[in-house]
């Protein structure tokens, strides 16, 4: 299992959502097995925070290997299925942070309205760390409400043959391309022509 600093190398920062991230795969690596080689478990997040760069070092889910899918949808779920047995695994964060000091709540605020004094960062470093020693240290049924039902896995990558733009000449993944003037075009040199004809 690697540890929060390995995964602060490919993140860059520590922090709480990084930390968030940390547990989900730990507990999705308890209950479905080991890290994915070969695209044998998929990962289904539905926020794009911090917390899903743990995800991807973690579980060998990621976004280049085609087996994360990103759903928009601003929420702190996150669900792993292993391809071969169906097992299906939803996390849900509902975690409350720990009840902060009045100083560390006015520290925020000055921090927030451009503050960079010694004293705030010191408070704001504190309360960062805090946070994520709250969250590396807290029970899974505090941080996350798990269930296992069923989800329809999403197909596996697929490997498109790529076809030249004819109006930039760069190779493009055919079904992204469209028709201009039934020749095909790639989606920035579409866009640019529609708005070209808009004007
Ligand atoms: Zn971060
Ligand atoms: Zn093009």
Same mark, same amino acid.
């Given at each position: %299992?690697?540890?929060?600093?390995?995964?602060?190398?490919?993140?860059?920062? +520590?922090?709480?959502?990084?930390?968030? $991230?940390?547990?989900?795969?730990?507990?999705?690596? &308890?209950? =479905? @097995?080991?890290?994915?080689?070969?695209?044998?478990? =998929?990962?289904?997040?539905?926020?794009? !925070?911090?917390?899903?760069?743990?995800?991807?070092? %973690?579980? @060998?889910?990621?976004? @280049?290997?085609? *087996?994360?899918?990103?759903?928009?949808? $601003?929420?702190?779920?996150?669900?792993? /299925?292993?391809? *071969?047995?169906? #097992?299906?695994? &939803? +996390?849900?964060?509902?975690?409350?942070?720990?009840?902060?000091?009045?100083?560390?709540?006015?520290?925020?605020?000055?921090? !927030?309205?451009?503050?960079?004094? #010694?004293?705030?960062?010191?408070? +704001?470093?504190?309360?960062? !760390?805090?946070? /994520?020693?709250? /969250?590396?240290?807290?029970?899974?049924?505090?941080?996350?409400?798990?269930?296992?039902?069923?989800?329809?896995?999403? @197909?596996?990558?697929? +490997?498109?043959?790529?076809?030249?733009?004819?109006?930039?000449?760069? #190779?493009? %993944?055919?079904?992204?391309?469209?028709? =201009?003037? $039934?020749?095909?075009?790639? %989606?920035?040199? !579409?866009?640019?022509?529609?708005?070209?004809?808009?004007?």
């Amino acid at each position: %299992m690697k540890t929060l600093d390995e995964i602060a190398g490919f993140h860059g920062h +520590i922090c709480p959502g990084l930390a968030l $991230g940390y547990r989900v795969s730990e507990l999705a690596l &308890r209950e =479905l @097995g080991e890290r994915d080689v070969d695209e044998e478990m =998929l990962a289904i997040v539905e926020n794009d !925070s911090c917390a899903v760069d743990a995800v991807q070092v %973690m579980t @060998g889910c990621t976004f @280049g290997k085609g *087996n994360l899918y990103f759903r928009d949808h $601003g929420k702190q779920v996150y669900t792993f /299925i292993r391809r *071969n047995t169906g #097992k299906t695994l &939803r +996390i849900s964060v509902d975690w409350a942070a720990p009840e902060e000091s009045p100083e560390e709540t006015d520290a925020w605020k000055k921090y !927030s309205g451009g503050d960079r004094s #010694k004293k705030v960062l010191e408070l +704001i470093h504190a309360r960062k !760390s805090n946070k /994520i020693k709250a /969250i590396m240290e807290a029970p899974d049924e505090q941080l996350f409400k798990v269930s296992h039902e069923p989800v329809k896995a999403p @197909g596996g990558a697929r +490997i498109y043959p790529s076809l030249r733009c004819s109006k930039c000449g760069e #190779k493009t %993944m055919e079904p992204r391309m469209r028709l =201009l003037g $039934g020749e095909p075009v790639c %989606m920035p040199c !579409s866009d640019k022509a529609q708005e070209g004809a808009k004007e």
